[in-house]
């Protein structure tokens, strides 16, 4: 029920927005000689673009790999979605000092993008990168998951439009130096800047009570359904990788261990393929290389991921560069 009612106040968040575009578009379309008409309607217009929904973007250190650079990447990358059970991934592209691996739909066209942390990726074994790949995947949000998380998004646009929005510094800074050059008789204690001010938030305030109601509401029920969301995202990454081995990248994760032998290293000056032994080495169980499991999947073998190194071994020599700026 709770799941239900959180689509139905999604839904009539997304016509609200539709309705100011309609009306924007109404107004000027059927009245084209008139001049109010245009400027109610481009606010109208206005109002609904600043409102739209995110369709989602790619990081601005995102850089997009060709297939035909990278086929191996790519094919990796193939199996692993066909495994999870999402569409393959349009692109792939990677990040120099961004940790994080994940998946997401982007643009009006909602093309499929892969978006890989070198860090990460460089110290993951085979078996680990595919369990990586699959962790992405596993997050990407169902239909529901983008209606509602999108009417947040919003209505949290409607929150800092209706009350974070202040006075124009530039104009209290110009108000200020031209009362103190008119030797206070420019000091009026009220402008007609400062009562439309005044009026503007006043209407904010009312006008944001519903908002921040409807705000809460929605927030209330899709923390109702979190536990459903992290359900659904577990089964789907326990196509490819089993409860623990899930776990125990989530705890390599969260705890960074990894990261500060590869920061050592690279301010060492060592190489790429140095730096990999190296975060390879914390796998190992004994000091004699005893794995504490085998180092290949079946979705990604040794030799494969051997191949994508190669592939990335440009990237991963400019990322070290940067390493250290990773905290």
Not at 11 to 22: E, P
Not at 47 to 73: H, K, N, Y
Not at 135 to 156: C, K, M, Q, R, W
Not at 196 to 203: E, I, K, N, T, V
């Amino acid at each position: 029920m709770k799941r239900f009612l959180a689509l139905i106040l999604a839904l009539m968040v997304h016509l609200l927005t539709l309705g100011f575009l309609a009306l924007g578009a109404w107004a000027v379309l059927a009245h084209l000689d008139s001049l109010l008409a245009w400027v109610l309607g481009g606010l109208s217009l206005a109002v609904g673009w600043v409102l739209r929904p995110r369709l989602g973007s790619l990081p601005a250190d995102a850089e997009v790999l060709d297939r035909a650079g990278a086929p191996e990447l790519y094919a990796v990358a193939d199996r692993v979605a066909d495994r999870v059970g999402v569409r393959r991934p349009a692109k792939v592209a990677i990040r120099d000092l961004a940790t994080e691996t994940h998946y997401e739909r982007v643009g009006l066209s909602r093309t499929p993008v892969l978006v890989v942390g070198l860090p990460l990726w460089l110290a993951l074994p085979p078996k680990q990168r595919v369990i990586l790949l699959a962790t992405g995947y596993a997050h990407v949000p169902a239909g529901e998951e983008l209606i509602v998380n999108g009417a947040l998004s919003t209505l949290d646009a409607w929150r800092d439009a209706l009350f974070e929005a202040g006075p124009l510094r530039v104009r209290e800074e110009a108000q200020t130096k031209m009362t103190a050059s008119s030797l206070g008789v420019g000091d009026q204690p009220g402008t007609t800047y400062e009562v439309a001010g005044f009026f503007g938030r006043l209407f904010g305030r009312v006008l944001g009570g519903p908002v921040l109601l409807v705000a809460y509401v929605l927030t209330r029920l899709t923390r109702a359904g979190e536990s459903r969301v992290v359900a659904r995202r577990q089964a789907l990454a326990e196509r490819v990788a089993t409860a623990r081995e899930l776990a125990a990248l989530e705890e390599l994760t969260a705890g960074g261990g990894y990261l500060a032998p590869m920061q050592a290293a690279a301010l060492r000056g060592e190489s790429v393929p140095a730096i990999r032994q190296r975060a390879l080495a914390r796998f190992q169980l004994t000091d004699d290389g005893v794995l504490t499991s085998a180092p290949q999947s079946e979705l990604l073998g040794t030799r494969e991921s051997e191949l994508i190194d190669a592939e990335l071994l440009p990237h991963y020599t400019r990322a070290i560069r940067g390493f250290g700026l990773i905290s």
